[in-house]
């Protein structure tokens, strides 16, 4: 393994004078494409794993959604018309040539999205305001006979690279948490009127952090201009109570800065998503595979969703950077910051990257962690065989 413990050049992130982070919710477009793609490649890999003991290949990573038309007013509203999802891609749909025993990719495609999105966006009529549609083929020949090949090492099936990157930064846990928090069970119960659809864009200039929060509100929970104000008001509070447990400098939080209630404009949705009315998503767009967007931090813009877990190494090697870097600053907490970058050759087997680079940033002897962090990498990248497995079980952050 051709494995590279470096010092980083320059400052970390938190002493730049400027840090912008982003994170877009679990309702927006985007992040809609990402789990529709990555719910395909679990329910297609428990198929294979129930019925032909192997996953089997498959890249379900293109999904496209077309945003439709409503309807919103204070009290109700209607969709007028349906979002459109388009799910593309490769995927095997007969193993061993036995059509009995077709793999029905396509019921997979539309009623399993349909059950997923029933539960994350409970105020969408999923029977009538989205249609659901897949385009999606056999691999090419080339790819799943690659695949096929492998008998103990899977070998990578793309040239592909991952990072990561730890700790995370206040600004970047604020953003992170912000979202989670007002998508959370406990929030939704006491602010019914708050959507699924919730992006967070942070922005620390020196020591002062603005938090912009762009909310969609459910039309028939809020009755009124008012009661909208007052929803305002609780997420500003939710979010700087939330922050002020993260960090000591000041944090300013604002929140829905297009709406003018003079000219009686609100961001109001009837299903909770700006998907119902013009904004459309694709997979990719979104998070990165770690849950934010950070300029100023490194990124891969791999899509990690929908890509098969065994042998995609734009999906196994972000989660393994991840875990690099996150392993060697609990054993080395003294470090300001480690970046992690993992490089694939196709056709090689994924526990033999062509480089690793593992940067470490801080007032630290090169010499004296240059072991534990060569014995880490070694130890993640050994165990990237089975790695499909926690993929399955839904155990990684992708977006």
């Not at 864009?201 to 969609?216: F, L």
């Not at 104000?229 to 993260?246: E, F, P, T, Y």
């Amino acid at each position: 393994m051709n494995l590279k413990v470096t010092r980083g050049a320059g400052p970390s992130v938190d002493q730049l004078p400027v840090e912008i982070v982003e994170r877009k919710g679990k309702g927006h477009p985007d992040t809609l494409c990402d789990k529709a793609a990555e719910e395909l490649s679990v329910r297609l890999s428990e198929y294979y794993m129930e019925v032909f003991g192997q996953v089997q290949h498959h890249n379900v990573d293109k999904v496209l959604l077309v945003g439709g038309q409503s309807n919103s007013r204070f009290g109700g509203g209607d969709v007028i018309e349906p979002i459109y999802i388009l799910m593309s891609g490769r995927a095997v749909d007969v193993v061993g040539k036995d059509y009995e025993r077709q793999v029905p990719v396509g019921k997979f495609a539309v009623e399993h999205t349909r059950e997923w999105l029933s539960k994350d966006l409970p105020h969408l009529d999923v029977a009538s305001d989205v249609i659901i549609d897949y385009k999606i083929r056999a691999g090419s020949t080339d790819l799943v006979g690659n695949f096929d090949l492998e008998t103990g090492v899977p070998r990578a099936n793309d040239t592909s690279f991952g990072v990561g990157y730890a700790p995370f930064s206040p600004t970047e846990l604020i953003t992170l948490e912000s979202e989670h928090l007002l998508n959370s069970e406990k929030v939704k119960k006491k602010w019914p009127q708050i959507g699924e659809d919730i992006k967070i864009m942070s922005t620390r200039i020196d020591n002062k952090i603005h938090v912009q929060v762009a909310a969609a509100i459910i039309s028939s929970e809020t009755k009124d201009k008012s009661e909208y104000a007052n929803v305002m008001q609780g997420i500003r509070d939710l979010v700087s109570d939330l922050a002020v447990k993260i960090t000591d400098i000041e944090v300013d939080v604002s929140v829905n800065t297009a709406d003018s209630p003079e000219d009686d404009l609100f961001y109001l949705t009837v299903t909770g998503t700006s998907a119902e009315h013009g904004d459309d998503g694709q997979v990719g767009r979104g998070n990165r595979a770690n849950g934010l967007i950070t300029p100023y931090r490194p990124m891969t813009l791999e899509a990690a969703a929908g890509k098969n877990p065994v042998s995609h190494v734009g999906k196994t090697y972000n989660v393994a950077a991840r875990e690099i870097v996150e392993r060697v600053h609990k054993e080395h907490p003294d470090l300001s910051q480690v970046y992690c970058y993992l490089v694939s050759q196709i056709g090689a087997p994924i526990t033999e990257p062509k480089a690793v680079n593992v940067e470490i940033y801080g007032d630290c002897d090169l010499d004296k962690v240059r072991g534990s962090v060569e014995s880490i990498t070694e130890e993640v990248i050994a165990k990237l065989p089975r790695v499909w497995e926690g993929f399955v079980k839904r155990q990684y952050q992708l977006w």
